[in-house]
């Protein structure tokens, strides 16, 4: 069992900036490959972004490619979203995701085993 629990989240002017943080406890950070992804009221959950176990790759959507950033502190058993240049079309409920898959990333949620509650992000024009 991996717990993941988000924090970071808030109410923020279009054009400031952000960053998530998700800690892991339970089982070794280091044994996964983790994610972050996004919901909207009223819309389907979408891929942010993605990270291997060692940090050396990386995957994000087209939507938030430029203005966020995920990255991971395997000592600290912490993984980040960096966000840039928000807008008001980022507004949603953020979560992280643990993956134990091995492989290319993928943008799917599909793989991912454990997820935490989400932190809310609100981003006003």
């Known amino acids: 069992q991996v717990q993941l629990v988000e924090s970071g989240g808030g109410l923020v002017q279009a054009g400031r900036s952000l960053r998530l943080s998700c800690a892991a406890s339970?089982?070794?950070?280091?044994?996964?490959?983790m994610g972050w992804f996004r919901q909207a009221p009223g819309k389907e959950r979408e891929f942010v972004a993605a990270?291997?176990?060692?940090?050396?790759?990386?995957v994000s959507a087209d939507s938030v490619k430029g203005r966020f950033t995920i990255s991971r502190d395997n000592a600290k058993n912490t993984v980040y979203l960096q966000m840039n240049s928000l807008k008001p079309e980022d507004t949603a409920l953020y979560y992280c995701?643990?993956?134990?898959?091995?492989?290319?990333?993928?943008?799917?949620?599909?793989?991912?085993?454990?997820w935490g509650q989400g932190t809310q992000v609100t981003v006003s024009s």
């Open positions: 995701a643990a993956s134990s898959a091995y492989g290319s990333l993928r943008p799917g949620a599909d793989e991912y085993d454990y």
């Open positions: 990270i291997n176990r060692s940090g050396s790759s990386t």
């Open positions: 339970g089982r070794a950070f280091i044994g996964y490959r």
